[in-house]
């Protein structure tokens, strides 16, 4: 997709690996300059030879003082991407506090808050702009093992649509990008089985799970122009699943 976003800044959290570090290299591409968020330090350092003139950021968005020193004035973001997230399974009756609570603390509660610093500048400067928050097809239908990290991306759905209407008057839109099992380091723990994977792969119309290229062209949809009328919306990249 040929998108152009040249005199826009941009931040991605979750930038270091996956999904996160193909946006990044994706808006820098297209002209952006981008704000890169992880906890991993080595993650920054190579990101930052592939893409030079990135804001590398490394903090642990599940810590919200850490977070609120690291983002609080960063200054100027056009297009937001809240993509860190943390899988973390376990069965529904052996669901423990502690993985409970990392999980809502990554995955939901650091998209409130990184989406609020946004938004506040966003909105003092009187600028349209665009959130996309990266969810997943649990949102929706969910897995053996995956009770804590489906709840979170159920809660995002209800998350985006809030953010939607509340800050649709100031002309930020936001939207998520659903996807089903990417291939990424992440995505490998849900089908590292692989009699499982060749069997949830064929319940997919498309026969196959999404590359990250595919995840990525949608966000960037979403973040560009091309997507002006569209807020409050969550797009499937699910090779069909939930069709069938």
């Known amino acids: 997709m040929q998108l152009n976003f040249s005199g826009l800044r941009a931040l991605v959290t979750g930038a270091g690996k996956g ?10 591409a297209s002209g952006a300059k981008v704000v890169a968020v992880t906890r991993t330090s080595a993650d920054l350092v190579s990101l930052a030879k592939e893409c030079p003139g990135i804001e590398p950021v490394c903090v642990d968005l599940g810590d919200w003082e850490a977070t609120e020193k690291a983002l609080g004035g960063i200054g100027p973001v056009d297009l937001l991407v809240n993509n860190a ?5 376990q069965p529904f009756l052996e669901v423990t506090k502690e993985v409970f609570d990392r999980s809502f603390k990554v995955n939901l509660r650091s998209v409130l808050q990184v989406s609020q610093i946004v938004a506040r500048d966003m909105i003092s400067r009187g600028v349209p702009g665009s959130i996309v928050n990266v969810s997943s097809m649990v949102a929706y239908v969910t897995y053996p093992n995956l009770t804590t990290y489906s ?8 998350l985006t649509k809030a953010m939607a209407m509340e800050l649709g008057p100031h002309k930020i839109r936001v939207n998520s990008v659903n996807p089903t099992v990417v291939l990424t380091d992440m995505g490998k723990k849900v089908s590292e ?10 319940r997919h119309p498309l026969r196959k799970f999404a590359e990250v290229e595919d995840v990525v062209n949608s966000i960037l949809f979403l973040l ?21």
């Open 19 to 28: 999904i996160g570090r193909d946006t990044v290299k994706a808006l820098h």
């Open 85 to 89: 997230a943390v899988a973390l399974m």
């Open 151 to 158: 709840s979170t991306k159920g809660a995002m759905t209800m």
């Open 193 to 202: 089985n692989p009699d499982y994977a060749k069997k949830f792969k064929e």
């Open 224 to 244: 560009s122009d091309s997507s002006a009328s569209t807020s409050g919306s969550g797009i499937l990249v699910d090779a069909g699943y939930l069709a069938s």
